[in-house]
């Protein structure tokens, strides 16, 4: 994972487009399982050129953990 240039907030994942086929460096299938349809719409890395890495939901779920809670309830008494 790479981290953003103040190094606190995480970036998205860079991919190594070696041994992937041409639909998945296009965003046609996932980059994780191969699965076509329905097509891929969540980004969730790129590659070293700067394109776009795109995986089904279920992958992309897997690969990108959701955001923690910004507000945190505190206890009543």
Wanted: net charge neutral; proline share 12%; charged share 25%.
């Amino acid at each position: 994972m790479n981290w953003g240039p103040t190094r606190t907030a995480p970036d998205m994942l860079t991919f190594d487009p070696e041994g992937m086929t041409s639909a998945q460096r296009d965003g046609e299938a996932c980059v994780v399982c191969y699965k076509r349809w329905p097509r891929p719409r969540a980004r969730v890395g790129r590659f070293p050129d700067d394109t776009t890495a795109m995986a089904c939901a279920d992958c992309a779920e897997a690969l990108v953990p959701a955001p923690l809670a910004t507000v945190v309830a505190f206890p009543t008494r």
